[in-house]
């Protein structure tokens, strides 16, 4: 009986530590869509995130024009349905908020913004996000995400910023786009100082992110994952250093855009955006479909050792 009794809760224990993926059949080395109906949906989606204890998943989809940042909490064992979060004041209409990034307390949010002005009821995503965005922070305060507000300098600046990737530390890495003049396009590293200050943001070595788009960096900075348009690389730190970047093989599709890599927090999945564009339409105005994959990580570790 005592034998009986100690199964039990080692088994009650399993299934209490494995992590929950809205009951989806888990992907191996192919590629699928994550969670239909849950996250993709009709509606263009993008960057599913989850904080470190997995109790939460955050996700971005376009609505009436705006980038709204979706979420589900897991409560007693069930995800709950997705709900936006406001992000801005009622008086703004038309926003960006997207590619959030949590904290590992899970009580700071990152993500790209763009400053909430009332911009008219006619602007499009594509207007809307040609405005220089900016890195924005929303904290949970009693279980409910806040209205956000800029990160300020030296972090958000006149020039471009987007794509932020808190690490364990609480330093920001970020997509940085300048002019030539100004260290031009790539990675930028923020240390945090404590208060919600952030050092002097570095450059990340050009030579791993050059012509990069969207980047993950995994908590304790071991590797660095990067978008480029068709599909995806990953570098490894060596004794502190960079290695050159390794291209991810999965099977990239023509015509689609990939983008927003990230991983899950227990390694094991990795997850990415892809859209595609059927319109003449220039920018997010021509964007028709956006989706979201999950797929192995064991693809990706296993280039670590060739």
């Not at 227990?266 to 021509?286: L, N």
Request: with cysteine; proline share 7%; hydrophobic share 35%.
């Amino acid at each position: 009986m005592q034998l009986i009794f100690i199964f039990i809760i080692v088994c009650q224990s399993c299934t209490t530590n494995t992590p929950s993926y809205f009951n989806q059949i888990l992907p191996n080395n192919t590629p699928i869509l994550f969670a239909p109906d849950v996250v993709n949906t009709k509606n263009i989606e993008l960057n599913v995130v989850f904080n470190a204890s997995h109790s939460e998943m955050f996700f971005s989809r376009i609505v009436n024009g705006s980038f709204v940042i979706h979420h589900s909490e897991l409560i007693n064992g069930i995800w709950a349905p997705t709900q936006p979060i406001q992000m801005y004041p009622d008086s703004i209409s038309i926003s960006v908020a997207c590619d959030p990034t949590i904290t590992q307390d899970g009580n700071t949010m990152y993500f790209l913004g763009v400053d909430p002005k009332n911009y008219s009821n006619d602007v499009n995503p594509a207007a809307l996000y040609r405005i220089p965005p900016d890195v924005y922070m929303s904290k949970k305060v009693h279980g409910k995400w806040q209205i956000a507000s800029k990160v300020e300098a030296p972090v958000s600046t006149e020039h471009v910023e987007s794509y932020p990737i808190v690490v364990a530390d609480g330093s920001l890495y970020y997509l940085s786009i300048r002019s030539r003049n100004a260290h031009g396009r790539g990675i930028r590293r923020a240390q945090y100082l404590g208060s919600g200050k952030f050092d002097i943001p570095v450059d990340v070595s050009p030579a791993v992110v050059k012509n990069t788009g969207s980047t993950y960096i995994n908590p304790n900075e071991e590797y660095l994952i990067s978008s480029y348009g068709k599909g995806f690389r990953v570098s490894f730190k060596n004794n502190n250093k960079w290695q050159a970047p390794i291209n991810i093989k999965l099977p990239y599709e023509d015509g689609w855009v990939y983008y927003c890599p990230y991983m899950s927090p227990d390694e094991k999945y990795f997850f990415f955006s892809r859209r595609y564009y059927g319109s003449d339409k220039k920018g997010w105005a021509g964007v028709t479909k956006g989706e979201v994959y999950w797929v192995s990580a064991a693809t990706i570790f296993n280039l670590k050792s060739e």
